[in-house]
């Protein structure tokens, strides 16, 4: 079981490795690659994502800021430091944590972002670049997942991959770099008919889905490679048994922590099928931020000139 397992926190700690060196590399012509994060209002998750994107930034040598700003901040509020951030020759990075509260218009904001400093890749510019196979700041999950199926040496050119969801997110970029990258790829939504019969094609299936382990075994080929982008949090004793049946460590972490996290693949019965299978935690999450970290210093090189 243990070589199944597609191991994100280790592919991270790769990528953030070879991020350091870079800074590293950059110190001495006076650059530090910086990233900003804009907050808008006081989610408690969108605090602590923010927070621990910027404890990456500082472990790898990075600098960065949080721009906190009240939940009630108007949309001209917000462009306006978008419009001072893009200016700022010392930023490098600007990163506008979704969700926006409501009556923000969330694209009006990301269109305003400098498409050099967009390391989200959101911006229309970087989508257009990438449909076009030109990429240049790609979204940092999808980025992450084909970091990790490169690294693993899982071969892509010629084969069915599947991605289940279609936002802009993930798995629109997902589609787009699979595709490139030579697989022949389905995308597949909430309107696609009889899921999985398409998704038992896949030779990598990619869920991106938000629906707690609805990938189950009778979605996925044998020796599949499956890719789960989901995270929920299981807050139910109930449902971790139900998940997880028998598994004594995930139960001694519920009960410790009151809560676990799990995805949108039904990992425990899928996972015999599988040839390879990312876990929920530890899969993709890890790879998110670490790609985040390698956009940054890529978009402070490119701008720079370093
Ligand atoms: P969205 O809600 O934006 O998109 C979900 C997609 O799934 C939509 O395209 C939707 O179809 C499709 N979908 C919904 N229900 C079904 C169904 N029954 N059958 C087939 N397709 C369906 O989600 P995101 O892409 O932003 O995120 C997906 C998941 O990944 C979430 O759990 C999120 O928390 C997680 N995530 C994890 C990250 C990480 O770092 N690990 C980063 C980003 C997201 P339609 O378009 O027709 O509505």
Redesign the pocket.
């Known amino acids: 079981m243990e070589d199944k397992i597609l191991d994100g926190k280790k592919v991270a700690a790769q990528i953030r490795a070879e991020v350091a060196e870079q800074v590293a590399e950059l110190a001495p012509q006076g650059v530090v690659p910086r990233l900003d994060a804009v907050l808008v209002g006081d989610d408690p998750a969108s605090r602590v994502y923010v927070g621990s994107k910027a404890r990456t930034c500082a472990k790898l040598g990075m600098a960065s800021e949080t721009h906190v700003l009240p939940g009630d901040t108007p949309q001209a509020g917000l462009e306006a430091l978008i419009d001072r951030l893009n200016a700022d020759p010392e930023v490098d990075g600007i990163l506008v944590q979704l969700p926006l509260p409501g009556g923000i218009d969330t694209h009006a904001v990301l269109d305003r972002i400098d498409p050099a400093k967009d390391v989200d890749g959101f911006h229309p510019v970087n989508t257009g670049l990438l449909q076009q196979g030109r990429p240049a700041l790609v979204p940092c ?1 999808p980025a992450g997942i084909l970091e990790m199926l490169d690294r693993e040496r899982i071969a892509i050119e010629g084969r069915r991959a599947v991605v ?4 802009d ?3 629109k970029p997902m589609a787009m770099l699979l595709l490139h990258r030579h697989a022949t790829v389905t995308l ?5 008919r009889d ?1 999985p019969a398409v998704t038992r094609e896949a030779d990598i299936l990619v869920a ?4 707690l382990a ?1 990938i189950g075994p009778g979605h996925v080929k044998e020796g599949a490679v499956v890719i789960d ?4 949090r299981l807050t139910e004793l109930s449902e971790v048994e139900r998940l997880f049946p028998g598994d004594a460590a995930r139960r001694e972490r519920f009960e410790s922590k009151g809560s676990v996290l799990t995805g ?1 693949v039904d990992f425990v019965r899928v996972a015999p099928i599988a040839s390879r299978i990312t876990p929920v935690p530890g899969g ?2 890890p790879l ?1 931020i670490a790609m985040l970290m390698a956009n940054t210093v890529r978009a402070a090189r490119a701008r720079r000139g370093a």
Not at 164 to 167: A, H, K, L
Not at 188 to 192: A, E, G, K, N
């Open positions: 999950t289940v969801g279609r936002s997110i993930v798995g597949c939504h909430s309107r696609t899921l991106a889905v938000g629906r609805m982008v989901g995270i929920h949108d993709v999450g998110t």
